[in-house]
T-cell receptor, first 111, second 111 residues
Framework: SAVISQKPSRDICQRGTSLTIQCQVD?????MFWYRQQPGQSLTLIAT?????????ESGFVIDKFPISRPNLTFSTLTVSNMSPEDSSIYLC????????FGPGTRLTVL | DAKTTQPTSMDCAEGRAANLPCNHS???????VYWYRQIHSQGPQYIIH???NNETNEMASLIITEDRKSSTLILPHATLRDTAVYYC????????????FGQGTELSVKP
């Protein structure tokens, strides 16, 4: 398995602001996935991040709204930009080491 | 879109076996069947995965039909702590095979 920590664990933000979520893994992983889980819904994949290359975004998600950094093999960030109440969700990073593991996520509320 | 079909919800009596079905009729030859579960307010937890042979670990057993078009996750002695949403997912293993989540099965284990 993998030990995954995300910061912040939760936040309440104002409309129009941005929040950067950090994901730290206890060992090196090649691929990192970012998901969103809206209230009462299943998980939706936002993007896949490899170290040293630009992230690959799923349909419906764009880099301007969800920029991702992957500076090394143990760390990644997801920024939720220009937030609106519709962005209120749990955001989860998921490193892959053979199989994907999930951290506890970041619970974001946008007012 | 998710490539699997699962019942929306199931009940199981505590101490009895829970059998969770999943249909994946369009599975490709290089795709594995993964099972994850999500207990309320937590990130998804990996349970088990398999390609074509039946698999068993300390948590569960996975039975895959010979044609690989369906599978069943078996929790041999369900406890109240097994109450969760169970996700069946097909994906390529260990090569960036991203997990696309469907709606899952909400399993309620009752005393």
């Amino acid at each position: 398995s993998a030990v995954i920590s995300q910061k912040p664990s939760r936040d309440i933000c104002q409309r129009g602001t941005s929040l950067t979520i950090q994901c730290q893994v206890d060992s090196q992983v090649t691929m990192m996935f970012w998901y969103r889980q809206q209230p009462g819904q299943s998980l939706t994949l936002i993007a896949t991040a490899n170290q040293g290359s630009e992230a690959t975004y799923e349909s419906g998600f764009v880099i301007d709204k969800f920029p991702i950094s992957r500076p090394n093999l143990t760390f990644s960030t997801l920024t939720v930009s220009n937030m609106s109440p519709e962005d209120s969700s749990i955001y989860l990073c998921s490193p892959e080491r053979g199989k994907q593991f999930f951290g506890p996520g970041t619970r974001l509320t946008v007012l | 879109d998710a490539k699997t079909t699962q019942p929306t919800s199931m009940d199981c009596a505590e101490g009895r076996a829970a059998n969770l079905p999943c249909n994946h009729s369009t599975i490709s030859g290089n795709e594995y069947v993964y099972w994850y579960r999500q207990i309320h307010s937590q990130g998804p937890q990996y349970i088990i995965h398999g390609l074509k042979n039946n698999e068993t670990n300390e948590m569960a057993s996975l039975i895959i039909t010979e044609d690989r078009k369906s599978s069943t996750l078996i929790l041999p002695h369900a406890t109240l702590r097994d109450t969760a949403v169970y996700y069946c997912i097909v994906a390529i293993y260990n090569q960036g095979g991203k997990l696309i989540f469907g709606q899952g099965t909400e399993l309620s284990v009752k005393p």
